[in-house]
């Protein structure tokens, strides 16, 4: 079983910053995939950024440029730097971790931008 912890949500104003963190634990592989989703009120979750084991990035169109997703091997930890953040980066942002045709989530961390 793989366990995720997010942390390091808030409420920030248009045009900051946050980072997020993500905790992995539990039967945890070398190989793997690792990233963040977020969900909108009323919308669907959304993929935001995903880094592989080996280092490979993925960004969303609406992000690229403003996030950046780098990850801790080591520590198994994987952030989220964001910034010129907008009202519509409101959204619950969800760790998420992929190994052996398997996904796990986080319970998800809040994130408010206000204009």
């Known amino acids: 079983q793989v366990q995720l912890v997010e942390s390091g949500g808030g409420l920030v104003q248009a045009g900051g910053s946050l980072r997020l963190s993500c905790a992995a634990s539990g039967s945890l592989f070398s190989s793997n995939t690792m990233g963040w989703h977020r969900q909108a009120p009323g919308k669907q979750r959304e993929l935001v950024a995903v880094?592989?084991?080996?280092?490979?990035?993925n960004y969303a169109a609406s992000v690229k440029g403003r996030f950046t997703i780098t990850r801790d091997a080591a520590k198994n930890m994987v952030y989220l730097h964001m910034s010129s953040l907008k009202p519509e980066d409101t959204a619950v942002y969800y760790c998420y971790l992929n190994q052996i045709y398997t996904a796990y989530w986080g319970q998800g961390t809040q994130v408010t931008v206000s204009s």
């Open positions: 880094i592989t084991s080996g280092g490979s990035t």
